[in-house]
């Protein structure tokens, strides 16, 4: 019978940082509010133009509603695969929490028309990514944590 012990190495702690939702709640609430409320459902209008600015060769570069939109849910991805390095208690529920948003994206793109948008899509396809990239990070960080001797 062989000794099972296991070795946490010396300055590598599980963090035990606070309870932080995931981030990408932000955009999918955006995207409601604003489709609902000033764009009366119309999935088009996210085509609208925000601001043009004219650029050095001449060209005009157009901002659009759902160019900010995307603009905001890879800031908040960033900061969602930033949490997902932290292996405290809470990331497995802040993990579950990210699958549950994801889970509404994808319900809401397929049951509602408002949702019917290419920038809609993208920020669900950045939804996964979160949830895949989180589930990633953490096993790989939580194998290197812990060896077998």
């Given at each position: 019978m062989s000794d099972s012990t296991v070795f946490i190495p010396p300055g590598r702690r599980a963090s035990r940082g606070a309870f932080i939702p995931p981030l990408l709640i932000i955009p999918l609430i955006a995207y409601n509010f604003f489709a609902f409320l000033f764009m009366g459902g119309n999935p088009a209008a996210w085509s609208q133009q925000l601001l043009t600015i004219p650029m050095v060769s001449g060209v005009q570069w157009s901002l659009t509603a759902?160019?900010?939109m995307l603009v905001i849910g890879?800031?908040?991805l960033f900061f969602e695969v930033l949490k997902s390095t932290n292996t405290g208690r809470s990331s497995v529920v802040e993990h579950m929490l990210s699958v549950v948003v994801f889970v509404i994206f994808l319900v809401e793109f397929l049951l509602v028309?408002?949702?019917a948008s290419s920038v809609f899509f993208i920020l669900m396809m950045m939804?996964?990514?979160d949830?895949?990239?989180g589930f990633t990070v953490s096993i790989t960080g939580a194998g290197r944590d812990v060896s077998m001797n």
């Open positions: 759902g160019d900010l890879l800031i908040c028309g408002a949702a939804s996964i990514v949830v895949v990239a």
